[in-house]
C-alpha cells in the first residue's frame, strides 16, 4: 500500500468506464457524498471542542434510541448535501421514520438513483473521542423516473446495490467504497482536505484470528453461537483467537478486513433479530465483504440475498474472512429451528398492512 497521488475525484471518474450507459450521475452523487464527509469529519475533529456537538438530544430516532447530538448534525449534512445538489430521487436514513424523496428544482431530468445512509454509525463512541464511521448504499429506483419514489425503491434486496461505502474517521479519516469492481480505500489528508487512494484493491484474508461479538450478551445469545465463541476461546490449532470489540461496525469491520477476523451481531439481545439494520449496515457492509472476497450472512444465508419488509428491519450479522464465517456456519447449522423465515417475515407485514 505506498503512496499514491490518485484522488478519489480522479478515482470516480476514471472508474465511470465501469458502468455501461454511464451518464456520470453515478459519479456526482459519489462526489457529494465524499463532500458530506469532510465536513463531518470536520465536526467529528473537533468534537471536545464545539460545547453543542458533544452528549444526548432529547429525542430518540425512529429504533427508540438516544440520538446523539453528532447523529442528528452528520444526518443533516448528507440529506443537505444530497438533496440540494439533487444527485439523488430518495434518500433513507436510519434517523428517519419514512424515506425522504426528491424533487427536481433545478435539473429537469433527476437522478435515477436512491441513497440509504447510517449517518453516524457507533455514535455512542464519539464522547470517548472513538472512531465512529458513517455507511451508505446505492440503488437504481426500480419504479418509473419521473414519479415520485416509493417504498419499493428502497426495499431492494442487497444484491442490488450498485455500489456501498463506509468512511471511518479514525487515526486518520478514510473513504471505502465498492462499485462492484473491488474494493478501494482513501486516506484523507486533512490539511489539504483531498482523498488520496491509500488502499487499492483491498481484500479479506480468507483465514483470521480476531473475532468481534459483544460478549456482555452472551447469555442471550443463540446456542449456536455460543458453541462458535467457545471453540474461538479453545486452546487447540492456532486458538485461541484475539477477541476485540470496539462498538462501532465501521471500526469493527475495518480492522477485520485488514487483519482478518469475524464480527457477530446475532439474534436474541436487544431484538429477537439482533441490532444492526439490513438496509443501512448489513447490505452495505455485505457487499464490501464479498467485493474484498469475504462473506456476510445472518449465520445461515446470505445477506445480500434477504428479501426486505421494512425499511427499518434488524437481522443478525455474521461477516469476515470466508473460512471464519464458513465455520460459524456449521455450528449454528446444529440448530436449524434459530434460522429465520425472511418470506415469512413480509408475508406477515404486507398482511398486517392491509
Ligand atoms: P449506531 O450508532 O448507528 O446506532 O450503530 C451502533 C451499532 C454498531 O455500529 C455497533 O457494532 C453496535 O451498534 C454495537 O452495539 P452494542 O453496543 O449492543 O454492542
Ligand atoms: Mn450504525
Ligand atoms: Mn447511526
Redesign the pocket.
Known amino acids: 500500500m505506498g503512496k499514491s497521488y490518485q484522488t478519489l475525484g480522479e478515482f470516480i471518474i476514471d472508474n465511470q468506464g465501469d458502468f455501461k450507459y454511464s451518464t456520470g450521475e453515478l459519479s456526482r452523487l459519489l462526489s457529494s457524498i465524499r463532500l458530506a464527509t469532510k465536513i463531518v469529519n470536520q465536526q467529528v475533529n473537533k468534537n471536545g471542542l464545539v460545547e453543542d456537538i458533544l452528549g444526548d438530544m432529547d429525542e430518540e430516532n425512529i429504533q427508540g434510541?438516544k440520538q446523539k447530538k453528532l447523529d442528528v448534525f452528520a444526518n443533516e449534512t448528507f440529506i443537505k448535501a444530497l438533496t440540494q445538489r439533487e444527485v439523488v430521487c430518495g434518500i433513507a436514513s436510519?434517523e428517519n421514520e419514512f424515506f425522504i424523496p426528491v424533487e427536481s428544482k433545478h435539473n429537469s431530468h433527476l437522478s435515477k438513483y436512491v441513497v440509504l445512509i447510517?449517518p453516524?454509525?457507533?455514535?455512542?463512541n464519539a464522547d470517548v473521542n472513538v472512531t465512529v464511521g458513517t455507511i451508505f448504499s446505492i440503488y437504481r429506483r426500480v419504479t418509473p423516473e419521473g414519479t415520485p419514489v416509493t417504498l419499493e425503491d428502497f426495499l431492494q434486496p442487497g444484491n442490488k446495490q450498485v455500489a456501498a461505502g463506509y468512511v471511518v474517521y479514525g487515526l486518520s479519516t478514510m473513504l471505502v467504497y465498492t462499485t462492484g469492481h473491488g474494493v478501494n480505500g482513501f486516506t484523507l489528508d486533512p490539511a489539504l482536505g483531498i482523498f488520496y487512494l491509500s488502499h487499492p484493491n483491498m481484500t479479506y484474508p480468507k483465514d483470521g484470528h480476531i473475532y468481534s461479538v459483544?460478549e456482555g450478551?452472551y447469555v442471550h445469545f443463540p446456542q449456536g453461537v455460543k458453541d462458535y465463541i467457545k471453540y474461538c476461546q479453545k486452546s487447540e490449532d492456532d486458538r485461541p483467537y484475539t477477541s476485540r470489540?470496539i462498538?462501532?461496525?465501521?471500526s469493527?469491520f475495518h480492522r477485520n478486513m485488514l487483519k482478518g477476523g469475524i464480527y457477530i451481531?446475532p439474534s436474541g439481545?436487544?431484538s429477537p433479530y439482533g441490532?444492526?439494520r439490513l438496509l443501512y449496515?448489513c447490505n452495505p457492509m455485505g457487499f464490501l465483504a464479498e467485493q474484498a472476497g469475504g462473506m456476510a450472512t445472518d449465520g445461515y444465508q446470505r445477506i445480500l440475498d434477504i428479501d426486505p419488509s421494512d425499511l427499518h428491519q434488524r437481522v443478525p450479522f455474521f461477516c469476515g474472512s470466508e473460512n471464519m464465517v464458513k465455520k460459524a456456519h456449521e455450528f449454528m447449522s446444529k440448530y436449524p429451528d434459530d434460522q429465520i423465515d425472511y418470506d415469512e417475515l413480509k408475508r406477515i407485514k404486507l398482511s398486517g398492512e392491509k
Open positions: 434510541e436510519e447510517d453516524l454509525d457507533g455514535s455512542s459483544n450478551n470489540y462498538g462501532s461496525l465501521v469493527d451481531y439481545t436487544t441490532k444492526l449496515e
